[in-house]
């Protein structure tokens, strides 16, 4: 059963970039089919899609983020990055990374990680 595991800063000042990473196991990045994807929820909000990047690398990112959002693979570790440039408060969400294999609902979810920006 393939698992996802958040990490990166809890806290970033605002305009900096943050980073984080998703480290699967039990699972490659490169199998066929597979869209690696990232999602965020603000406090008291709902769910949003960040992006993803798909087996062949391929990127998609949300156009209301498509400015300030890239998503990047390391494929000899098995892990996807999201880099989110000029932070601001409004950034501050439970972020999630989750496998995608194309069907209505995301099959896979990391535990999650809370990211705060703030100075």
């Known amino acids: 059963q393939v698992q996802l595991q958040e990490s990166g800063p809890g806290l970033v000042k605002p305009s900096q970039t943050l980073s984080l990473t998703c480290t699967v196991s039990d699972g490659s990045i490169t199998t066929n089919d597979y869209y690696w994807t990232w999602v965020r929820q603000p406090p008291g909000k709902g769910l949003e899609r960040i992006g993803y990047i798909a087996y062949t690398g391929r990127t998609n990112i949300i156009p209301s983020l498509r400015s300030r959002a890239s998503i990047s693979r390391d494929t000899s570790k098995n892990q996807f990055t999201l880099q989110l440039t000029s932070v601001t408060p409004e950034d501050t969400a439970m972020y999630y990374c989750?496998?995608?294999?194309?069907?209505?609902?995301?099959?896979?979810w990391g535990q999650g990680t809370q990211v705060t920006v703030s100075s």
């Open positions: 989750a496998r995608d294999r194309g069907g209505a609902t995301l099959e896979s």
